[in-house]
């Protein structure tokens, strides 16, 4: 959130940062009511979106999916950089 953006996805990420805005503007106590009033309370059903909270077995295998990810990516890069290079080069 910058002072003259503020964006948002999805229905949780919404109400959060609705419920952020009006602490800003009318007060926490405020937003606590309406958050309250609409019986906003968010459980998501696994206690594992943070690394330290995860178990072994699935952090390593989202590590290791990650990281295939982040070597294609790699590899893409490297070679729309060289087909740039060579148009560059073509073009001179």
Do not use: H, S
Request: charged content about 25%; overall charge negative.
């Amino acid at each position: 959130m910058t002072e003259t953006l503020i964006t948002g996805g999805g229905v949780t990420a919404g109400i959060d940062m609705a419920l952020t805005i009006m602490a800003d503007i009318a007060g926490a106590e405020y937003a606590q009511a309406v958050q309250l009033g609409i019986e906003y309370a968010p459980a998501p059903p696994f206690d594992c979106g943070r690394p330290e909270r995860a178990a072994p077995e699935i952090l390593e295998a989202v590590a290791a999916r990650m990281n295939r990810v982040r070597v294609d990516r790699y590899d893409a890069v490297r070679r729309a950089a060289q087909r740039m290079q060579e148009g560059a080069l073509e073009q001179r």
